[in-house]
């Protein structure tokens, strides 16, 4: 057998990634929007977001697409999460500050 020669591999090398000899590019890792929902939206959903959005590449690397395709969409799930509740917690604020306002002064033009 000729020195680095598999012979799982016709010619000695595995095959080129799918995609061409270069393969295709990796999918959208999502960590910066991981990182920005962390800190501006809801700290534990981001935080699971940031741990997915790190998996993408080095899974990509080491020639586990699926995992990196389903660890990209996973870090987009998270953030989307992290997203999607700070808006429904800032809108139940406002309703309650609206609320508690009317109540307030209803209350207080009661007694005049």
């Known amino acids: 057998m000729a020195y680095g020669s598999d ?16 393969g295709p590019p990796p999918p ?6 991981a990182i920005v929902t962390t800190v501006l ?4 959903l981001g935080v699971v977001s940031i741990v997915y959005a790190t998996q993408v ?8 697409y699926q995992g990196a395709m389903a660890a990209s969409e996973s870090a987009k799930k ?24 009317t109540i307030s002064f209803s209350t207080s033009a009661s007694f005049e």
């Open 41 to 44: 939206c809801c700290l534990p």
């Open 7 to 22: 012979p799982g591999y016709p010619g000695g090398y595995p095959p080129p990634p799918p995609g061409g000899p270069m």
């Open 78 to 101: 998270w953030w989307l999460a992290s997203m999607i509740t700070m808006i429904v917690l800032v809108v139940l604020w406002f309703l309650l500050v609206v609320v508690l306002g």
């Open 57 to 64: 590449n080095s899974k990509w690397a080491a020639g586990d």
């Open 28 to 33: 959208n890792n999502h960590l910066v929007m």
